[in-house]
């Protein structure tokens, strides 16, 4: 097993942000946790009774869980402070607010913002292979498959032209016999982002294998503006990728507002992508980055999609705040109180996990390329 990094070889934002978490945020029981600058977390009356009857396990994941997102609304992504301007709003308020963050919104479309995005992408949509043919709904539909979604398709509008002319040669189609590519459009909606997808599709590996992120802190008409020039370039290269970012201008107080997906292979043409940016774009861009991401730039912070993870779609950002939240529910475990103890029992955590802080953007074993 890998050793602990040693506290000393951490970067300083790191060595703050760690060192600030060990001397502020406290378990107070199993269903309580305190941050002096916002309150508790707490579940209250029946509600806590009802939880004491549960195995141990299920306790510990609904404290972890409530750690990690406190840690990735106030450390990774600086969401909650942010949030607050000039006057600070109650502090219980203000966690419940922001529980359950990976990427959400709690706010509304704005549409005219939204319609914005959607004009500066300059994307056409791109072709999703492995739609299973189901066969023919009447002469100009086609009924097509993937997984458990099924869609009744226009061939002409939506199948490529050399699948299309496969497909129209087949007298008798059995169904699943042949699979075609399918058009989608240029973009998806998920959880406060807008999505555009690249004219060559999404990056396509072995699971999370070998992608990578680039995070954005950018104002939103930045956002605007960032979303043109690199759904342009990115598409004239054929570059595949999808780009995220806050459908609703209100919400760029976080420090990952957007964030680019790529495989590792393209790195080099992403990166001199994104030293042409105009310097009208780059002036919308902020300090600083998301916690344990690699700064490139200000406003720019790099990070491999994790290998190993806690749980199926857990995020780069969640990855890490969970390791945390098991080094302080550990030290807790072991009435481990002092800020030293807890600090050491989070970083044997990320031992366990692969995670060299000296690179916490990377994962066990990779090269730092970047």
């Known amino acids: 097993m890998m050793q602990p990094v040693p506290f000393s070889a951490l970067s300083s934002n790191l060595q703050d942000a760690l060192q600030h978490l060990v001397e502020n ?57 942010n949030s607050q301007n000039s006057s600070k709003p109650d502090s219980e308020t203000l966690i419940q607010r922001y529980q359950d963050l990976e990427n959400n919104t709690l706010l509304g479309v704005d549409t005219q913002f939204y319609d914005r995005l959607h004009q500066h992408n300059t994307g056409i949509g791109y072709f999703d292979p492995g739609w299973a043919v ?7 539909t086609l009924i097509v498959k993937k997984r458990d979604i099924t869609l009744h398709v226009d061939p002409e509008r939506y199948l490529h032209p050399e699948s299309r002319a496969g497909i129209l040669a087949v007298t008798e189609l059995v169904p699943e016999k042949y699979a075609v590519p399918v058009l989608m459009p240029k973009n998806r909606v998920q959880n406060g982002f807008y999505i555009a997808v690249g004219n060559a599709g999404m990056q396509q590996t072995n699971g999370s294998s070998g992608i ?24 004239q290269q054929m570059i595949p990728f999808s780009f995220k970012v806050l459908y609703n201008p209100s919400d ?20 001199s992508i994104l030293q042409s940016i105009d310097a009208a774009t780059r002036s919308q861009f902020r300090s600083p980055v998301p916690l344990f991401t690699k700064p490139l730039a200000p406003g720019l912070g790099l990070a491999e999609e994790p290998d190993r993870k806690f749980a199926g779609e857990e995020s780069f950002g969640m990855h890490r705040c969970r390791a945390i939240a098991q080094g302080l529910l550990a030290a807790h475990r072991q009435a481990e109180a002092s800020p030293q103890h807890r600090l ?27």
């Open 344 to 370: 050491q029992r989070i970083l044997q955590q990320f031992a366990e996990s692969g995670v060299d802080l000296r690179y916490p953007y990377l994962n066990s074993g990779s090269i730092d390329r970047y």
């Open 252 to 271: 760029y107080k976080r420090y990952d507002a957007g964030v680019l997906y790529f495989h590792q292979r393209d790195y080099g043409a992403i990166w």
């Open 25 to 81: 945020i406290h378990i107070e029981s199993a269903f309580c946790i305190h941050h002096p600058d916002y309150g508790k977390v707490e579940l209250v009356g029946g509600v806590a009774e009802r939880f004491q009857q549960l195995p141990q396990t299920l306790q510990d994941q609904y404290l972890i869980l409530q750690l990690q997102n406190l840690i990735y609304s106030v450390y990774y992504n600086g969401l909650i402070n």
């Open 212 to 235: 990578v992120r680039i995070y954005f802190n950018i104002t939103g008409e930045g956002a605007v503006m960032l979303m043109q020039q690199l759904t342009k370039n990115l598409n």
């Open 134 to 140: 189901m066969g023919w709904e009447d002469a100009q």
